[in-house]
């Protein structure tokens, strides 16, 4: 694989994660505005570009450092959501703090972003829409007034989204077609909660949708340009972008899941890594920051041996491009 089909790569995974950097602090919503509450800071920029100042958003999570998986709610996450008009969530295990919030909120609008994945248990089914006929699925019309009570893929009390599901990738926001309808979901229930504002809603949001096609057409670009490559990924996150770049996986099995709850990885799976690295089976291996600090050498144990994500690295150094 060339380094700037590689370059590419990282470009549309910035952009996709960059979009959470940073997000308007929550009002009070007397001025009439929308009341929105997001799990995370990146679906609460994605609310805060889509509703401009017709809202007011606040991201539950706003640091890099907190992982969504282990967060514990505080009082005042409590508060927040009870006043929240509309609730956006990742779920599918992520977030799960949310569910115990909104059992005492006021019956807000959600937006549950995995249901929207064409992965995701029971949307196996749908009909891939490639060309995306999005005008038809936007907010100019009149929505239904119970719209927010969306069927997408959820059981009787509309909690199916929130729990961890064996073999589902949790991380849709690095799917950027599952992100177009997430976006106008998002638009959708604005438009629900605030029918003046439905036009700009949706000129909002097809802004957002244009740029996400982008991404999915440089994506294409890799599929082509990067044909048979292969990568290794030490955790589950990049695997939706993987995917749509024709990227194969040839990560060992329980490797990266290992990695991201902060287990130890088995020794015979440490083994069959190193030997995927230093044998040139893969082109190239994920890097990224580790939130939870499990880079750090195990000090505890008195074992004195570097994180499995370092050793693999430092075997990799000089075989493949390191992302």
């Known amino acids: 694989m060339k380094k700037p089909v590689l370059a590419l790569a990282l470009a549309s995974v910035a952009a996709l994660t960059l979009a959470g950097c940073s997000t308007p602090a929550a009002g009070e919503g007397d001025d009439g505005t929308i009341t929105v509450v997001a799990s995370t800071n990146v679906y609460g920029d994605i609310a805060a570009q889509i509703g401009g100042d017709r809202v007011d958003v606040e991201a539950i999570i706003t640091s890099a450092t907190q992982d969504p998986h282990s967060y514990e709610a505080s009082a005042r996450d409590r508060l927040t959501v009870q ?6 969530e990742n779920g599918g295990g992520y977030d799960a703090f949310v ?10 609008h959600v937006v549950t972003a995995v249901e929207y994945s064409h992965d995701f248990p029971g949307n196996e089914g749908h009909e891939e829409d490639a060309d995306h006929d999005h005008a038809d699925e936007s907010a100019t019309d009149a929505p239904e007034e119970d719209a927010h009570d ?10 199916e989204g929130h729990d961890h599901i064996e073999g589902f990738n949790e991380h849709v926001w690095f799917d950027p077609h599952t992100m177009i309808h997430v976006v106008e979901a998002i638009a959708d ?4 909660l605030d029918p003046d504002g439905a036009k700009e809603f949706t000129a909002n949001a097809d802004a957002i949708v244009a740029d996400l096609e982008g991404f999915e057409a440089d994506l294409e670009t890799i599929k082509t340009d990067a044909a048979g490559a292969t990568v290794f990924m030490t955790e589950p996150l990049p695997g939706y972008l993987a995917a749509a770049a024709g990227l194969t996986d040839v990560t060992p099995e329980g490797f990266a899941e290992s990695v991201e709850e902060g287990t130890d990885v088995a020794p015979a799976v440490l083994l069959e890594a190193l030997k995927v ?5 893969a082109t190239a291996a994920d890097q990224r920051p580790d939130r939870r600090g499990r ?16 050793r693999l690295h430092g075997a990799a150094r000089g075989r493949i491009v390191v992302l």
Do not use: C, F, N, Y
């Open 83 to 88: 006043k929240a008009d509309l609730v956006i």
């Open 99 to 108: 569910d115990t919030l909104l059992q005492d909120a006021q019956d807000p």
């Open 150 to 159: 969306h069927d997408h893929a959820e059981g009787e009390e509309g909690h």
């Open 189 to 192: 229930e604005l438009s629900e």
């Open 277 to 281: 690295i230093e044998d040139g089976q």
């Open 295 to 310: 880079d750090r050498t195990r000090r505890g144990r008195g074992e004195g041996r570097r994180h499995p994500r370092r």
